[in-house]
């Protein structure tokens, strides 16, 4: 640095005295920095700072190195080299020294994303999702507009044309539609009670579908259902608040599989028999219940954020309670626990491989039933299957947190100070 | 009809709310209804819950905890017999064999936990990476899939007894498990673990010892070279006047198995790997949150005034940290005792598998089976948070 100012303070004094002296060189401009000595600047000072800056972290470096050259070979070798990436059946990936069997996975995608739903109709599982990743982008892209339409065609509109689409109108619905068509003389109402889908049961359903539909529910119902229970939680009312708390208690106090062995056999016996939910319906509550509960612990966190004046000060404004809460606490208290929410979301999402023990037949559950296949069991199949699986839920999961840090940086951008 | 007194009180006094109208009446309307409404539900279900059992002849009373159970189970720590135990036995069992795996689970996960956590503290930049990359991969994918893997993919393909893989130590790992030596404890083995005993007070004396000699005399005594003296040395005293009463019974290979040792079951294992390295990712994830949590002005402080790094992190960070790390950290230990019930996808013997499964099946008495297993799990999580909270209100004192 004094290498640096030494010239420039040299040059003024001599343009003081250029007077009498007039025919002095001066040089004028400042000469050009040296590069910084090679120990220091460049790749090499970059690894003596970060990788060899004393002798543990040095033989730390030599020992993750040696990790890596051990692993990382037989890794990509397993992976893409020695793999087998078209084969009719499973004698190739048998073949001692075979990698990972990618054909397999090819040849099990249409099972590993439908599941049993029959073949000719897939394009109604195809158009469901495709209306539903329409909506969710419509809704997370940062800057889109109208999103409260968004918001109810997702939670109120999709909802009916995804059960639509994917199971069609039993005979029961089908008579209550036509019988409501006769009623208001409605002609569209009588046409889709003609011309309904064909019924697909539950029991064909299968696949990635239904690990998104699992999770779609739970997110759907956990939000609202989480911050309802958070504000029961915290209310002055000792009734209500008993009520939340022993329900939150409860559920977080237990595993997930004992709330669906719960919705599987006990929610049956508890409602009458005609009422009896669904196969793929119980799952569905157990994951709703438990999804929220972990959701209103997260809420209650914001709430408890959120400045007492901002109460007090939409109280001092004469607001009702719903107001206050609406339009004052919840959209701060939200705002702060986005993160948590999107965890809340990634466990979800990861959880909801648990309803295969009810016999819901889930992404997971179909790859490994996958791997029994005899026409391709094989020594490295299980885990060509598990890799495809761990890679499919880290691509959602991963992406997930991403969305999250990326939206926490745009909503506390006016904040931060 | 009851609005008349309230009428001639407003007659009187002009200015008087309307009892209907006031904050409280309305509130106690709220909370009745809500109160019938939740009695309603819940007797609505108890109604229907015994129609619908007496229909479908499922037993409405605990009769069944004492009938003979009638199933194996492979892996036991009390003595249990399908022929003379009872399902009350098997309960017992699937309970203590999910303490068992919760038990080593949380000590492996908070080691790997604590070492990785600090690794992503770590200035090394490739050991920082490694660390990264192990932590966002495992909570980026499901535990279920994790402990698949580990039993399908990696332990159902190792070789057969005959071409075990060979450890260090006489272990043996191959597809029927994992099989280690077992310790056969002599006569006056006892004597060891008396002095073991007899050495750990014996280092809290002196560590009481030294803190009141370092404020009286500001001496210091060296406390962790004697406690650790004292806890390796007595013991290894006593052993050898006891004559070493200690031997090994290591497997051996016999016919197609192994005979001596202790075998331990693959689904054991694959359990204890997932759930360890699962949660170890989180472990280190609050580790590494805690250590940042404390304000850089406290190390800089500590160097300051001349504290050495190691005493630096032991007296000033540490402590410090241990405040934000341990509620967290006391969560991931239930979340790891909750997630073992996924031993049911891989048929490790725990609470779920053996009572919620096996049990429910057999009597079909789904009610009284789930109510107690969730009580069993409800009773674990609620004593640790009670005693996390005596903790957080002891920390808060000591903080101002």
Same mark, same amino acid.
């Given at each position: 640095?004094?290498?640096?100012?030494?010239?420039?303070?040299?040059?003024?004094?001599?343009?003081?005295?250029?007077?009498?002296?007039?025919?002095?060189?001066?040089?004028?401009?400042?000469?050009?920095?040296?590069?910084?000595?090679?120990?220091?600047?460049?790749?090499?000072?970059?690894?003596?700072?970060?990788?060899?800056?004393?002798?543990?972290?040095?033989?730390?470096?030599?020992?993750?190195?040696?990790?890596?050259?051990?692993?990382?070979?037989?890794?990509?070798?397993?992976?893409?080299?020695?793999?087998?990436?078209?084969?009719?059946?499973?004698?190739?990936?048998?073949?001692?020294?075979?990698?990972?069997?990618?054909?397999?996975?090819?040849?099990?995608?249409?099972?590993?994303?439908?599941?049993?739903?029959?073949?000719?109709?897939?394009?109604?599982?195809?158009?469901?999702?495709?209306?539903?990743?329409?909506?969710?982008?419509?809704?997370?892209?940062?800057?889109?507009?109208?999103?409260?339409?968004?918001?109810?065609?997702?939670?109120?509109?999709?909802?009916?044309?995804?059960?639509?689409?994917?199971?069609?109108?039993?005979?029961?619905?089908?008579?209550?539609?036509?019988?409501?068509?006769?009623?208001?003389?409605?002609?569209?109402?009588?046409?889709?009670?003609?011309?309904?889908?064909?019924?697909?049961?539950?029991?064909?359903?299968?696949?990635?579908?239904?690990?998104?539909?699992?999770?779609?529910?739970?997110?759907?119902?956990?939000?609202?259902?989480?911050?309802?229970?958070?504000?029961?939680?915290?209310?002055?009312?000792?009734?209500?608040?008993?009520?939340?708390?022993?329900?939150?208690?409860?559920?977080?106090?237990?595993?997930?599989?004992?709330?669906?062995? !719960?919705?599987?056999?006990?929610?049956?016996?508890?409602?009458?028999?005609?009422?009896?939910?669904?196969?793929?319906?119980?799952?569905?509550?157990?994951?709703?219940?438990?999804?929220?509960?972990?959701?209103?612990?997260?809420?209650?966190?914001?709430?408890?954020?959120?400045?007492?004046?901002?109460?007090?000060?939409?109280?001092?404004?004469? !607001?009702?309670?719903?107001?206050?809460?609406?339009?004052?606490?919840?959209?701060?208290?939200?705002?702060?626990?986005?993160?948590?929410?999107?965890?809340?979301?990634?466990?979800?999402?990861?959880?909801?491989?648990?309803?295969?023990?009810?016999?819901?037949?889930?992404?997971?559950?179909?790859?490994?039933?996958?791997?029994?296949?005899?026409?391709?069991?094989?020594?490295?199949?299980?885990?060509?299957?598990?890799?495809?699986?761990?890679?499919?839920?880290?691509?959602?999961?991963?992406?997930?947190?991403?969305?999250?840090?990326?939206?926490?940086?745009?909503?506390?951008?006016?904040?931060?100070? | 009809?009851?609005?008349?007194?309230?009428?001639?009180?407003?007659?009187?006094?002009?200015?008087?709310?309307?009892?209907?109208?006031?904050?409280?009446?309305?509130?106690?309307?709220?909370?009745?209804?809500?109160?019938?409404?939740?009695?309603?539900?819940?007797?609505?279900?108890?109604?229907?819950?015994?129609?619908?059992?007496?229909?479908?002849?499922?037993?409405?009373?605990?009769?069944?905890?004492?009938?003979?159970?009638?199933?194996?189970?492979?892996?036991?720590?009390?003595?249990?017999?399908?022929?003379?135990?009872?399902?009350?036995?098997?309960?017992?069992?699937?309970?203590?064999?999910?303490?068992?795996?919760?038990?080593?689970?949380?000590?492996?996960?908070?080691?790997?936990?604590?070492?990785?956590?600090?690794?992503?503290?770590?200035?090394?930049?490739?050991?920082?990476?490694?660390?990264?990359?192990?932590?966002?991969?495992?909570?980026?994918?499901?535990?279920?899939?994790?402990?698949?893997?580990?039993?399908?993919?990696?332990?159902?393909?190792?070789?057969?007894?005959?071409?075990?893989?060979?450890?260090?130590?006489?272990?043996?790992?191959?597809?029927?498990?994992?099989?280690?030596?077992?310790?056969?404890?002599?006569?006056?083995?006892?004597?060891?673990?008396?002095?073991?005993?007899?050495?750990?007070?014996?280092?809290?004396?002196?560590?009481?010892?030294?803190?009141?000699?370092?404020?009286?005399?500001?001496?210091?005594?060296?406390?962790?070279?004697?406690?650790?003296?004292?806890?390796?040395?007595?013991?290894?005293?006593?052993?050898?006047?006891?004559?070493?009463?200690?031997?090994?019974?290591?497997?051996?290979?016999?016919?197609?198995?192994?005979?001596?040792?202790?075998?331990?079951?693959?689904?054991?294992?694959?359990?204890?790997?997932?759930?360890?390295?699962?949660?170890?990712?989180?472990?280190?994830?609050?580790?590494?949150?805690?250590?940042?949590?404390?304000?850089?002005?406290?190390?800089?402080?500590?160097?300051?005034?001349?504290?050495?790094?190691?005493?630096?992190?032991?007296?000033?960070?540490?402590?410090?940290?241990?405040?934000?790390?341990?509620?967290?950290?006391?969560?991931?230990?239930?979340?790891?005792?909750?997630?073992?019930?996924?031993?049911?996808?891989?048929?490790?013997?725990?609470?779920?598998?053996?009572?919620?499964?096996?049990?429910?099946?057999?009597?079909?008495?789904?009610?009284?089976?789930?109510?107690?297993?969730?009580?069993?799990?409800?009773?674990?999580?609620?004593?640790?948070?009670?005693?996390?909270?005596?903790?957080?209100?002891?920390?808060?004192?000591?903080?101002?």
């Amino acid at each position: 640095m004094s290498d640096m100012a030494s010239p420039v303070s040299s040059a003024r004094q001599v343009s003081v005295r250029q007077d009498i002296v007039p025919r002095t060189f001066v040089r004028s401009q400042v000469s050009p920095d040296l590069p910084p000595p090679l120990a220091v600047g460049g790749v090499i000072g970059w690894m003596r700072d970060n990788l060899f800056s004393s002798v543990l972290t040095s033989s730390l470096t030599l020992l993750s190195i040696a990790f890596l050259i051990w692993a990382l070979p037989d890794l990509v070798r397993w992976l893409f080299i020695d793999a087998i990436w078209s084969a009719p059946d499973g004698d190739a990936c048998r073949a001692p020294g075979a990698g990972a069997c990618w054909a397999y996975v090819n040849a099990k995608l249409e099972f590993f994303a439908y599941g049993s739903y029959p073949r000719d109709m897939v394009w109604r599982v195809d158009l469901t999702l495709l209306i539903g990743a329409g909506l969710a982008a419509w809704l997370l892209w940062p800057s889109a507009k109208h999103k409260a339409a968004a918001l109810v065609l997702f939670l109120v509109v999709y909802p009916v044309i995804a059960f639509h689409l994917l199971h069609g109108l039993g005979p029961g619905l089908r008579a209550t539609l036509s019988l409501l068509a006769d009623l208001f003389g409605s002609k569209p109402l009588a046409d889709v009670a003609a011309n309904s889908l064909p019924v697909v049961g539950t029991n064909l359903w299968g696949g990635v579908f239904v690990s998104l539909l699992v999770a779609t529910v739970g997110i759907v119902v956990s939000l609202p259902l989480g911050v309802l229970l958070a504000l029961g939680r915290r209310s002055k009312a000792p009734v209500a608040r008993f009520l939340c708390v022993m329900l939150i208690e409860i559920v977080r106090g237990v595993p997930l599989i004992t709330v669906l062995f !719960m919705a599987n056999t006990m929610l049956p016996l508890f409602v009458p028999e005609q009422w009896s939910p669904d196969r793929l319906m119980r799952p569905l509550i157990g994951v709703a219940l438990f999804a929220s509960v972990y959701m209103a612990e997260v809420v209650r966190g914001g709430l408890q954020a959120v400045p007492k004046g901002q109460f007090e000060g939409a109280m001092a404004l004469g !607001m009702s309670w719903w107001a206050m809460m609406r339009l004052i606490i919840l959209p701060q208290a939200l705002t702060i626990v986005i993160p948590g929410v999107v965890n809340s979301f990634i466990a979800l999402f990861k959880d909801t491989t648990l309803v295969a023990i009810v016999g819901i037949f889930d992404f997971l559950r179909a790859v490994d039933t996958a791997r029994l296949d005899p026409v391709w069991a094989g020594p490295t199949i299980s885990a060509t299957g598990y890799v495809f699986a761990a890679t499919f839920y880290f691509v959602f999961c991963f992406g997930m947190s991403r969305y999250s840090m990326m939206m926490e940086r745009r909503l506390t951008r006016g904040r931060s100070h | 009809m009851s609005s008349a007194p309230a009428g001639v009180a407003s007659q009187t006094e002009p200015p008087r709310t309307p009892f209907w109208r006031a904050d409280w009446a309305r509130g106690a309307l709220w909370q009745a209804l809500l109160l019938s409404a939740f009695v309603w539900l819940m007797w609505a279900a108890i109604d229907n819950a015994s129609v619908n059992m007496r229909a479908r002849g499922v037993p409405t009373d605990f009769g069944f905890w004492n009938r003979p159970a009638g199933f194996d189970i492979n892996q036991t720590l009390v003595p249990f017999t399908s022929a003379g135990s009872t399902y009350g036995r098997a309960f017992t069992v699937g309970l203590l064999n999910t303490l068992l795996v919760a038990f080593f689970g949380i000590i492996i996960a908070s080691v790997l936990g604590f070492l990785i956590g600090i690794a992503r503290l770590s200035r090394n930049w490739m050991v920082a990476r490694l660390a990264t990359i192990y932590v966002e991969v495992i909570r980026n994918t499901p535990l279920l899939l994790q402990l698949l893997f580990w039993y399908n993919a990696v332990l159902a393909p190792l070789p057969n007894p005959r071409q075990s893989v060979e450890l260090p130590g006489n272990i043996y790992l191959n597809n029927r498990g994992l099989f280690v030596p077992e310790p056969l404890f002599g006569v006056g083995f006892d004597w060891t673990l008396w002095a073991l005993g007899i050495a750990i007070i014996a280092s809290y004396a002196v560590k009481r010892y030294a803190a009141r000699l370092r404020v009286e005399t500001t001496k210091r005594l060296p406390v962790g070279a004697i406690a650790f003296g004292l806890i390796i040395g007595l013991p290894a005293l006593a052993f050898l006047l006891a004559g070493a009463p200690l031997s090994w019974s290591t497997p051996e290979l016999r016919g197609f198995n192994f005979n001596g040792g202790v075998r331990i079951f693959p689904e054991f294992v694959a359990l204890l790997l997932g759930l360890s390295l699962y949660t170890a990712a989180f472990i280190a994830e609050i580790v590494r949150a805690g250590v940042l949590s404390v304000s850089h002005g406290q190390s800089e402080a500590a160097s300051a005034l001349g504290l050495p790094r190691g005493r630096l992190l032991r007296l000033v960070v540490i402590p410090q940290a241990m405040r934000v790390i341990i509620p967290p950290l006391t969560n991931q230990y239930l979340n790891l005792t909750k997630n073992s019930s996924l031993a049911v996808f891989i048929g490790y013997p725990d609470l779920v598998q053996v009572f919620a499964g096996t049990v429910l099946n057999q009597t079909g008495a789904a009610v009284q089976v789930i109510s107690i297993t969730m009580a069993v799990y409800l009773v674990i999580s609620l004593v640790t948070s009670a005693g996390m909270n005596l903790y957080n209100r002891r920390m808060a004192l000591a903080e101002r």
